[in-house]
């Protein structure tokens, strides 16, 4: 079983729909979760970063975490076909970018 | 963008010959990160540098060293390729090791494929 697992999609959807996107994790000592947005034929660039638990937003994008049940979420309010993109979860038991183990990823489509 | 260049961008080659790819950054970062990406796995980690000639393995280091003698270059080689390092190749960097306010910025990677 993988430490982190993700629905590789591909998910499309309506212009203006919200989007949700998920990850399940194994390892209850991971405490850091991050969310990178991947364009294709570009490198990952991070969109969103929690510690520990609770909810954080960043203008259309809200990040969740439940660590009780080992689940985070990214929802995407307002989407834009600018939003099409693979998005990775990833996660680390301490801060440190050596320890990041990521998701395989989700493709989002958004259809204009 | 974060000025992190990988060379060359794509790369076709046979079993068996060495390979080295390169990222260079004109950030000054301290940190430099070599990962691969694969179809269903996600990013790991091969290698990464914490300082001119200092270095450490990551989750994927078997079949791969690595080198870095200046600041602003971190070389990954293969040093007999395999058909299993077909993949492609990211660079990243960062000013600190940990990622709360000074995350990793990633290179655009290099595709590699070894026939």
């Known amino acids: 079983q993988k430490e982190v697992e993700q629905d590789p999609g591909p998910l499309s959807v309506p212009e203006g729909a919200i989007v949700s996107l998920n990850c399940t994790y194994s390892n209850s000592a991971f405490q850091y979760f991050m969310w990178y947005r991947q364009y294709s034929r570009k490198g990952p660039e991070l969109l969103m970063y929690t510690y520990s638990s609770g909810n954080k937003e960043d203008g259309r994008f809200t990040a969740q975490v439940d660590k009780s049940s080992k689940y985070i979420s990214l929802f995407i309010r307002d989407s834009q076909p600018s939003d099409s993109a693979t998005y990775l979860c990833a996660m680390s038991t301490d801060s440190s970018a050596s320890k990041i183990i990521f998701g395989s990823g989700t493709r989002l489509s958004i259809r204009p | 963008d974060a000025g992190i260049t990988q060379s060359p961008r794509h790369k076709v080659t046979e079993t068996g010959t060495p390979v080295t790819l390169r990222c260079h950054q004109t950030?000054?970062?301290?940190?430099m990160y070599w990962y691969r990406q694969d179809p269903g796995h996600g990013l790991r980690l091969i290698h990464y540098s914490y300082g001119v000639k200092d270095t450490d393995k990551g989750e994927v280091s078997d079949g791969y060293s690595v080198s870095r003698s200046k600041t602003e270059d971190f070389l990954l080689t293969l040093e007999s390729a395999t058909s299993s390092q077909t993949s492609v190749y990211f660079c990243?960097?960062?000013?600190?090791?940990?990622?709360?306010?000074?995350?990793?910025?990633f290179g655009d990677g290099t595709r590699l494929s070894i026939l």
């Open positions: 990243a960097i960062s000013e600190s090791p940990g990622q709360s306010n000074q995350p990793q910025h």
């Open positions: 950030e000054n970062h301290r940190y």
